[in-house]
């Protein structure tokens, strides 16, 4: 068998979409972890911000002396990078023989044959506007993996005026429901109880395509299924966000308590430049309207620090707006000016030494809300998908609360909690985790 090192880069549609890579070529390849032994080298790549994108290319400069070295070997970057250069990457990196675009991940074990065939490098990066990705389960055996991510969407049509995404992914297209409830039920088959649903703006699903259900109702679709325990879904666009789908959150049982809404910046005038389509004062008023229906709701949020124009009153916006939400969790960005996306060509770019100092202050007042916040689960008993063995330590237990809060815990020897759903007894706070002890299983794996 055929060996193949992948990479993977960039948001968990990436990852999702690596999986299906790895799936397609099974059978021909075996995953590898070197680089030196394998046959195939694929890097998953991401776009967003400058930094990955440099990534990429140190990475793929790295691989230039196995070709020399084995000229045989398949060297091909996928994903948003290749999307957006396209031929380009075959300039400035000869060694390569394959650029796949997102879309075109499907296509895999034809091109190979094609490169083996011709000795010519292939460029796919063809978009089709009514492209239907077909069901791809990966085969689980063995691995017992508890969580999946299921894409139901790709594409953006949102347009904000920072960000690449759709350029590199195209016009938003929703998957039939069928095709996704089949995947799902694959998965579960195979002993997945979590599953994460995925689009860039997941509130806008089925909007364009005729006949499909709303998000919503699909969210209830996905909780019919049997032995399904947790839904969680990302990313929600804070302007879609609807009655119906906060109320989903006190009604679908099977729906964690966890919502990821990216605000992005506090202040209006930046918000207007972003070509983001709310306000503060509405994107405000949607978290007070969600937190009324469901008030045990984890809420974490991206943040862009520095876009041009941004001044110091309108950071402190934001500052002001992380003390009044007061998430569990944020993921904060230095802007980057980013290939095709309007705000590139906007005057008044901000020093990079202020984007640091801003990055800084937000990571010092959200360090210790974070803190506030897991302080506040000290002495409280939780429900715990339990994943498996803790990495760092064996000894310990690992998984996530509904809030998506991640736990480590102790349990008595002898018991297997894989998979298992349990109540913790939590005791103390890591800095990015909760600590706890093992009380009862709800129910076994
Ligand atoms: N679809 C999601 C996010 C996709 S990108 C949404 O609408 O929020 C993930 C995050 O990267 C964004 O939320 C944003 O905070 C950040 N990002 C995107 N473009 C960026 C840029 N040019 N510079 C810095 N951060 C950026
Ligand atoms: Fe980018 Fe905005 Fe689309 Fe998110 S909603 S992917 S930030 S354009
Ligand atoms: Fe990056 Fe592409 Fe995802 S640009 S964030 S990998 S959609």
């Known amino acids: 068998m055929k060996k193949v090192y992948l990479r993977t880069f960039g948001c968990q549609m990436n990852e999702y979409d690596s999986e299906r890579l790895l799936a397609l070529l099974s059978g021909e390849y075996v995953p590898c972890q070197a680089p030196e032994e394998a046959d195939l080298i694929l890097i998953n790549t991401c776009s967003v911000r400058r930094k990955a994108e440099e990534k990429v290319y140190s990475m793929a400069g790295r691989f230039k002396h196995l070709k020399a070295r084995r000229p045989e070997i398949i060297i091909g970057i996928c994903g948003c990078v290749a999307q957006q250069e396209g031929e380009r990457l075959l ?3 000869p060694h390569l023989d394959l650029v796949l675009g997102p879309q075109n ?35 689980l055996d063995g691995k017992r993996p508890i969580k999946a991510q299921v894409t139901i969407m790709q594409g953006c049509d949102n ?9 590199v992914r195209g016009r938003e297209i929703s998957r039939p429901p069928e095709d996704i ?68 959150f006190a009604e679908v049982k099977k729906l964690c308590e966890h919502l990821h809404l990216p605000v992005q910046s506090g202040s209006n005038r930046i918000l207007r430049r972003m070509n983001r389509g709310y306000t503060r004062e509405e994107y405000l008023e949607k978290i007070r309207r969600l937190r009324e229906i469901c008030p045990e709701i984890a809420l974490t949020t991206d943040i862009i620090v520095g876009f041009p124009g941004e001044t110091e009153e309108d950071f402190a916006e934001t500052l002001f707006l992380l003390e009044e939400v007061r998430y569990d969790e944020i993921f904060s960005f230095k802007y980057s000016d980013r290939p ?51 990495e760092t330590r064996p000894e310990l237990w690992t998984g996530r609360t509904r809030t998506n809060h991640v736990v480590n815990f102790s349990a008595p020897p002898g018991l297997d909690l894989k998979g298992a759903l349990v109540y913790v007894f939590i005791k103390d706070t890591g800095k990015h985790s909760l600590r706890g002890e093992y009380r009862r299983t709800i129910q076994g794996p």
């Not at 034809?110 to 069901?135: A, D, K, Y």
């Not at 803190?371 to 998908?385: Q, T």
């Open 105 to 139: 991940i499907y296509r895999i074990r034809e091109i190979l044959e094609e490169i083996e065939r011709t000795r010519r490098p292939q460029v796919r990066v063809e978009m089709e506007s009514g492209f239907r990705p077909p069901v791809v389960v990966p085969s």
């Open 181 to 248: 409830l089949r995947e799902i039920e694959c998965l579960v088959r195979q002993g997945v109880r979590e599953v994460t649903l995925l689009g860039q703006n997941v509130n806008s699903y089925g909007k364009k395509e005729k006949g499909f259900p709303s998000f919503a109702e699909l969210l209830r679709m996905v909780a019919e299924i049997p032995d399904l325990w947790r839904i969680r879904f990302t990313t929600s666009h804070p302007r879609d966000l609807s009655e119906d789908l906060m109320r989903a």
């Open 340 to 390: 095709y996306a309007r705000a590139r060509e906007f005057p008044e770019k901000v020093p990079e030494e202020v984007k640091a100092e801003r990055l800084s202050r937000v990571h010092t007042l959200q360090a210790r809300i974070t803190e506030e916040i897991n302080r506040s689960y000290i002495g409280r008993e939780v429900e715990v998908l339990v994943e498996g063995p803790s």
């Open 159 to 167: 347009f904000c005026s920072y960000c690449v995404v759709p350029y």
């Open 91 to 93: 300039k400035r990196f």
